[in-house]
């Protein structure tokens, strides 16, 4: 997993609450075989709609989701945290999200900040005068802001310690194991002949 | 202060605990097939990684094979892609696998112990939920996700906290005719679907004791049916006598080393579990489902309940919308109730004992008019054995489709699914709405129920046969 300190990027305001990942990737996609290419399954239904905000130029290359409140909940599909990564985004800010999302936006590197409601709204406001504009992320001081002079933006966002100590890090769960490889080394060397194996 | 069978197992492979972690786990036996493994071996590939221990790892095809013309190209594009997409990641991380046309093909829970790689006191997981099955020989077994799919084939570890633990402890014996699977309904129906969650359960007592090593996989199979992460049973001659001589068993000195460990596996006299439950095997009569999940079961010689009858408002609800999904009325006798469709098969009830059991009870008899009888083997050396043995001939002789190995009916993601309101009497273990097909109705039963009601054509035990 990469290591994630700062980003900053083209951020889209979606103005919607509780976007179930049944929206944002709908069942009929999970059905591929790999964990990537989600992207064109990514709000899928809302996508048909030219008018749908992804589909505006000004958010082209957009890195940052500004979302509502309640964002993720359903089922514990993995690929919803897939579909938003694949498409190209590294962060998702809302009020709140569903709790098995928050985990698997944690598992696989996608940053879940949650702020204030209030500061989704005024980010929400700073992007309809400047669409188009980047919002910045930013893990090491758990902030995040917009804008400069006077009106900018800049607020608190809450993650778990623990989460935001592997995303620093960029270690995933996998990652994190891995550094335990000489433990489990040892542990393997005690095993007894007689356990099976499955090739010889 | 002594500790339980899954505590003793439990703590030898911890390889690593800390303070507010959840513990490092080690894994024994890792197995895959090719529904839930694709995203976890594209995860290997995007960050660079090889499978740890191959050698700990084994695959087959099972969920969405065809259970005929299996010599021919799957028709359905979406299950040839994930069958192909096995192949090719076992071929490239060095997995070793069991493709359909394979003498060792068959479903994943039934391929382990018949290779003899289940064994008492291991680790096994993998990503299906019915890997508890493997239970029945005293492991810690149970199924994971995709993204610990991944995690197991890097690290041969899972970070896992501490399961609590609970003893089903079942008296008295079976009466003649009562199998495990009518046991194991009879307690879920008890506990609800529920009862068992974040419990690691062990089954003890002189019926789970004068059961078969199939009778306890049907057992610890279901276990994730009452919602317990895993279920196991302490080894003993029953288990080491079906380990003996298979081929992945231990041989010679290795042999006795293990058996020598094995028999220290069971819970000790001053342990003490978290939560108990106790049955006694002697009153339990054929049972059956008559809803939309294992919990939802009756005695077969009872009758549907009237939903009004429950106390809990949540279970009331529950059997309405049942009952309305299913197409049947409150009061009707369960054995009035007609069947199209019989499913022999399944991780729960595939095994070559259940085939001899079916065959037993349908021998002289025909399938009756209008109903068909559907026999899918767990595995291909299953389907060998029963064929050796006749088997097959009594089963087609009595108007039966005989079939190539698989999961097949049990969740419908080949070709074999019911119609919408097509009813089933099914051995498998899951009733959900749509589990074998869209709109299809499940009534799971135990393979002397499902013999008898094939040829009855209406829920019925062996015992109807004889007036
Ligand atoms: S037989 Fe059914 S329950 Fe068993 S592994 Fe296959 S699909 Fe799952």
Known sequence: MEKFSSHTGVAVPLKRSNVDTDQIIPAVYLKRVTRSGFEDGLFSAWRSDPEFVLNQPQYEGASVLVAGPDFGTGSSREHAVWALQNYGFKAVISARFADIFRGNSGKAGLVAAQVDEKVVQRIWDYLDEHPGATVTVDLESRTVSAGEGPDAIVDSFDIDDYTRWRLLEGLDDVGITLGHADVISSFESTRPSWKPVTQH | ?467
Not at chain 2, 71 to 99: C, W
Not at chain 2, 120 to 133: A, E, K, L, W
Not at chain 2, 288 to 308: C, E, F, K, M, R
């Open chain 2, 1 to 467: 202060m002594g500790k339980t069978l899954a505590e003793k197992v439990w703590d030898e492979h911890v390889v690593r605990s800390a303070e507010g972690e959840p513990d490092l786990l080690y894994i024994d036996l890792h197995l895959i097939h090719e529904v839930t493994s694709p995203q976890a071996f594209d995860g290997l590939r995007l960050a660079g990684r090889q499978v740890r221990r191959p050698d700990l790892t084994l695959a087959t095809e099972d969920h969405n094979v065809p259970t005929i013309d299996w010599d021919k190209p799957i028709a359905d594009p979406v299950s040839k892609t994930q069958v192909d997409t096995l192949r090719k990641n076992a071929a490239e991380f060095g997995v070793r696998l069991h493709p359909l046309g394979d003498i060792e093909q068959g479903i994943v829970h039934v391929v382990g112990p018949q290779l003899g790689l289940t064994q008492p006191g291991m680790t096994i997981v993998c990503g299906d939920s019915h890997t508890s099955t493997h239970g029945a020989f005293g492991a810690i077994a149970f199924g994971i996700g995709t993204s610990e799919v991944e995690h197991v084939l890097a690290t041969q570890t899972l970070m896992q906290a501490k399961p609590k633990t609970m003893a089903v402890t079942v008296n008295g014996s079976l009466p003649a005719g009562v199998t495990a699977k009518d046991l194991v309904l009879t307690l879920i129906t008890h506990t609800g679907t529920g009862g068992g969650q974040g419990y690691i359960v062990e089954y003890r007592g002189q019926a789970i004791e004068e059961l078969s090593m199939e009778g306890r996989m049907t057992v610890c199979n279901m276990s994730i049916e009452w919602g317990a992460k895993a279920g196991m049973i302490a080894p003993d001659q029953t288990t080491f006598d079906y380990i003996e001589g298979k081929p992945e068993a231990p041989k010679g000195a290795d042999w006795d080393a293990a058996v020598a460990h094995w028999k220290t596996l069971v819970t000790d006299p001053d342990a003490t579990f978290d939560e108990e439950i106790v049955l006694d095997a002697s009153t339990m009569t054929p049972f059956v489902t008559w809803g939309t999940n294992p919990g939802q079961g009756a005695p077969l010689g009872g009758v549907v309940p009237t939903p009004s009858d429950f106390e809990e408002e949540s279970d009331r609800i529950a059997a309405e919308k049942a009952l309305e999904y299913m197409g049947l009325e409150a009061g009707t006798p369960l054995r009035d109730v007609k069947v199209d469709t019989v499913f022999v098969g399944s991780c729960t009830n595939g095994r070559i004992e259940d085939l001899r059991l079916a065959a037993e009870i349908i021998k002289g008899h025909k399938v009756a008019d209008g109903t068909r009888l559907l026999v899918v083997p767990g595995s291909v050396r299953v389907r060998i054995q029963a064929m050796e043995e006749g088997l097959d001939k009594i089963f087609t002789d009595a108007g039966a489709e005989w079939r190539g190995a698989g999961c097949s009916m049990c969740l419908g993601m080949n070709p074999d699914q019911l119609a919408p309101q097509e009813r089933s009497a099914s051995t498998s273990n899951r009733n959900f709405e749509g589990r074998q097909g869209k709109g299809g109705r499940t009534h799971l039963v135990s393979i002397p129920v499902a013999a008898a009601t094939a040829v009855r054509g209406t829920l019925s035990s062996p015992a109807d046969l004889e007036v």
